[in-house]
């Protein structure tokens, strides 16, 4: 079994949507969690870092993080056809020097 | 600031050969690490230097993976003898020490594919 599960899709929306990005883990010792996002043959760029249960907000961006259920979420409002790329979530045990875990990535296009 | 260098972007060998990759980190980042990105999935760390030391080399497949950090600073990853599994893009990133998980910074990765 996978530490991290994330749906690879690809999902598809059209401009405007809110979309809705997920993943699950099994190791509760997963601590820190991110989400990164990958443009086509680009490096992984970080979007988002959390550690407490609950919401964070950055601009269209909220992360969402319930350690009871290990289920992590990224929700992106007013999407737009910029926002086409990869998400990956990722998650670590420590807030430094430990490795981070991946999910697949969930490929995103947004349709103007 | 100047992102993570790595070169050469693209690299095609056969089976067998081997290859060196290379990156330069952001100036005064003490953390360096070596990610693989198998088509279709998520990055898995390979190595993970801080300075010139190793701190974590646990999926580091040793007998044909090795690296190395000179004087705390550029890196090389080499593969020897390279298999047709190896195809994938390594990525080399680098983060402050202390602030590693936040402060990551990928560069855009070596796509290598093995004929």
């Known amino acids: 079994q996978k530490e991290v599960e994330q749906d690879p899709g690809p999902l598809s929306v059209p401009e405007g949507a809110i979309v809705s990005l997920n993943c699950t883990y099994s190791?509760?010792?997963?601590?820190?969690f991110m989400w990164y996002r990958q443009y086509s043959r680009k490096g992984p760029e970080l979007l988002m870092y959390?550690?407490?249960?609950g919401n964070k907000e950055d601009g269209r961006f909220t992360a969402q993080v319930d350690k009871s259920s290990k289920y992590i979420s990224l929700f992106i409002r007013d999407s737009q056809p910029s926002d086409s790329a990869t998400y990956l979530c990722?998650?670590?045990?420590?807030?430094?020097?430990?490795?981070?875990?991946f999910g697949e990535g969930t490929q995103l296009t947004v349709n103007p | 600031e100047a992102g993570v260098a790595q070169s050469p972007r693209y690299k095609i060998i056969e089976k067998r050969q081997s290859v060196a990759f290379w990156c330069n980190p952001i100036?005064?980042?003490?953390?360096l690490y070596w990610y693989q990105q198998i088509l279709g999935q998520g990055p898995k760390l390979l190595i993970q230097?801080?300075?010139?030391?190793?701190?974590?080399d646990s999926q580091l497949p040793k007998d044909r993976f090795s690296a190395e950090r000179l004087k705390g600073v550029d890196s090389t990853l080499k593969i020897q003898p390279a298999k047709l599994e190896d195809s994938a893009v390594y990525l080399c990133?680098?983060?402050?020490?202390?602030?590693?998980?936040?402060?990551?910074?990928f560069g855009s990765g070596t796509r290598l594919t093995v004929v």
């Open positions: 990133a680098s983060s402050l020490q202390g602030l590693s998980n936040y402060g990551y910074t």
């Open positions: 190791n509760s010792a997963f601590q820190y």
């Open positions: 959390t550690y407490s249960s």
């Open positions: 990722a998650m670590s045990k420590e807030t430094s020097g430990s490795r981070l875990t």
């Open positions: 100036s005064g980042h003490a953390t």
């Open positions: 230097f801080q300075n010139n030391g190793v701190v974590d």
